[in-house]
């Protein structure tokens, strides 16, 4: 139990353009979702949190004008990469909780590559 | 904010070796989480304590929580090539609206 499907699982496309990046929870009720960004050899960094029917809670450093949230279901959130740079190239990872006190489940990620 | 220190860093071993990697903070968790991630994708949880002392197993894994609720280890036994991966703990706090913070990681390479 507890699945959590991340797609596409990877991007590869031209700057400026914006990608779309989208988070389900099969299988249970993702009261919360959470996005990440993992660079390579490194451990995961948290970027924003999401309730359903909420405005995503950003951490500090991540403009939120850039990395637009939405979570409209208690299955579904997705981030959307605006006008995307060569900087913006990284692994994406959302998890969906339940309760607050129950573990976070992962997706597969998403390895999106700016040209 | 919270720090997690995760050790050691990496581990090369040969198939059959137990291992061993461990968390520590200098904050309290309400909970330890430990989960593997192979390349290219998300992590898989391992295994979730939820009380100080806990010690629990998943097949050939065994975790603990530490009494301080400060620390946490992860122990794998007879080590297969397929064990290979990195490995994080993760610390949830009550205080911190059961956010998670990870420790750096363990890259565990297994020899055959």
């Known amino acids: 139990g507890a699945v959590v499907s991340q797609h596409p699982s990877r991007v590869i496309c031209k700057s400026g353009t914006s990608v779309k990046i989208e988070c389900r929870s099969l299988d249970f009720q993702a009261t919360t979702m959470f996005w990440y960004r993992q660079f390579p050899k490194q451990s995961l960094m948290l970027m924003a949190t999401s309730n359903e029917g909420s405005k995503a809670t950003y951490e500090q450093g991540v403009e939120k004008d850039k990395f637009l949230i939405n979570h409209a279901s208690l299955t579904l959130s997705t981030l959307t990469v605006t006008s995307a740079h060569p900087e913006d190239s990284s692994f994406y990872i959302c998890?969906?909780?339940?309760?607050?006190?129950?573990?976070?489940?992962f997706g597969d990620g998403t390895r999106l590559s700016i040209l | 904010g919270q720090q997690l220190n995760q050790s050691p860093q990496s581990m090369f071993i040969q198939e059959g070796e137990d291992v061993s990697m461990n968390c520590t903070s200098s904050?309290?968790?309400?909970?330890w989480l430990w989960y593997k991630q192979e390349p290219g994708e998300g992590p898989v949880l391992l295994i979730a304590l939820y009380k100080a002392g806990e010690l629990t197993s998943n097949g050939r894994l065994t975790a603990q929580f530490g009494i301080t609720r400060k620390d946490s280890f992860l122990n794998i036994s007879a080590s297969i090539p397929s064990d290979v991966g990195i490995y994080f703990c993760a610390g949830q706090s009550n205080n911190a609206g059961n956010m998670l913070t990870f420790g750096g990681g363990t890259r565990l390479m297994v020899k055959p």
């Open positions: 904050s309290i968790f309400n909970t």
């Open positions: 998890s969906g909780r339940g309760q607050q006190d129950q573990p976070q489940h």
